[in-house]
């Protein structure tokens, strides 16, 4: 079985799992980097991190064509059901994970906010730790600063790390590879750099620099490329 990760540019990620189709912060209309349509693509799941615009997205319409199940935590998740009318929503919270038909989800820590685009509380910000029906562990930072729980996580052993190398708004380059050295993964994508100048990064030169120092082998994708693990 095979799991299969896109990257749509951003923090704008699918997962084939299970004959399932996962989004993760589906931001594709104002993404510059997006190479996809937000009225082409499938979901059966979305996952929302935190409240920003940069990662709500188009969250409700998508999930509205598809009648995807939207899950985040509780805030974000109440608010797409009391102000958007979705119905199919599903609430945790940081720590807590749920058994899915794609798999094992956690809720894991992430520093960073989380204001919702209409000024609403959306709660605290979360990454995602998803086991597969296979067992792999696949852990997606999302938008979060360097925090010495990543050990945690990577107590856990994982596969794959999906992490934001743009700075500024997340850990740049420097603390990313702190981070992947608390991670250990098998296999590590970097994200959230390059879709406006104030992110933009030098990913191939973070790649060499983190082969050199640790174990993990870096994937460098481009917007609308896929990666199986
Ligand atoms: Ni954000
Ligand atoms: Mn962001």
Redesign the pocket.
Known sequence: MTNKFTWYGHATLGLETSGFKLLIDPFFTDNPAATVSPDSVEADFILVS?G?G??VGDTVPIAKRTGATVISNFEIASWFEEKHGLEKTHGQHVGGGHKYPFGYLKLTLAL??SKLPDGENGGNPCGFLLTTNDGKKLYFAQ?TGLFGDMKLIGEEGIELAVIPIGDN?TMGPADALRAVKMLEPKVVIPIHYNTWDLIAQDADAWKELVEKETKAKVVVLKPGESFSV
């Open positions: 935190h920003h940069d990662h960073h906010g938008d708004y």
